[in-house]
């Protein structure tokens, strides 16, 4: 059997008692832990909201991320090739993409004011292949590669492929 909760609610001037079942309580608590504990999902959709309102802010968004990873990988794994297990040749390779990837992001926005899906489409198409040639190199050199090297290359793909998915929700709208 359902025990009885009574709660005192002021409205006002006007007292009055609510009846609420102690199953209704535990739903309502639920629901409230539940959205408060789905604080990535709602930072996401406003990031999404804000994004559709001003796509090209997304190449912004992508040209300096593009720059960090060349900087990450030209400049930091290189001088830690030993801890990484990545040569050189590679991390100056993977390194060169992104420098392209941020030429086109910065031009992109700064030119594409009207209709930006198109250009959006290709630079997440553009990620996506540099995500496999990302892997293609891993899985090359999985002998050399340390867990250090391997949690890089996973977290740069996890990270790059979010970004071409929100691109290329995005490029449909647009």
Same mark, same amino acid.
């Given at each position: 059997?359902?025990?009885?909760?009574?709660?005192?609610?002021?409205?006002?001037?006007?007292?009055?008692?609510?009846?609420?079942?102690?199953?209704?309580?535990?739903?309502?608590?639920?629901?409230?832990?539940?959205?408060?504990?789905?604080?990535?999902?709602? &930072?996401?959709?406003?990031?999404? /909201?804000? &994004?559709?309102?001003?796509?090209?802010?997304?190449?912004?968004?992508?040209?300096?991320?593009?720059?960090?990873?060349?900087?990450?990988?030209?400049?930091?794994?290189?001088?830690?090739?030993?801890?990484?297990?990545?040569?050189?040749?590679?991390?100056? +390779?993977?390194?060169?993409?992104?420098?392209?990837?941020?030429?086109?992001?910065?031009?992109?926005?700064?030119?594409? /004011?009207? /209709?930006?899906?198109?250009?959006?489409?290709?630079?997440?198409?553009?990620? &996506?292949?540099?995500? +496999? &040639?990302?892997?293609?190199?891993?899985?090359?050199?999985?002998?050399?590669?340390?867990?250090?090297?391997?949690?890089?290359?996973?977290?740069?793909?996890?990270?790059?492929?979010?970004?071409?998915? +929100?691109?290329?929700?995005?490029?449909?709208?647009?």
């Amino acid at each position: 059997m359902r025990s009885i909760f009574y709660e005192q609610i002021t409205l006002g001037r006007q007292k009055t008692i609510a009846c609420i079942t102690c199953q209704t309580l535990v739903n309502y608590r639920r629901r409230v832990a539940a959205q408060q504990f789905d604080l990535p999902g709602m &930072l996401l959709e406003q990031l999404e /909201k804000t &994004l559709n309102e001003n796509p090209r802010t997304l190449f912004l968004i992508d040209g300096v991320g593009a720059i960090v990873s060349a900087f990450l990988l030209g400049v930091v794994l290189v001088r830690w090739e030993r801890v990484f297990g990545i040569p050189a040749p590679t991390l100056y +390779l993977l390194a060169s993409l992104p420098v392209l990837f941020a030429v086109y992001d910065f031009y992109c926005y700064q030119t594409q /004011k009207e /209709k930006p899906g198109v250009f959006l489409r290709t630079i997440a198409l553009a990620n &996506l292949l540099y995500c +496999l &040639l990302s892997m293609g190199f891993a899985f090359y050199h999985f002998p050399t590669i340390t867990i250090w090297g391997g949690a890089y290359i996973l977290s740069e793909i996890l990270i790059v492929v979010l970004l071409a998915m +929100l691109e290329l929700r995005l490029a449909k709208r647009h």
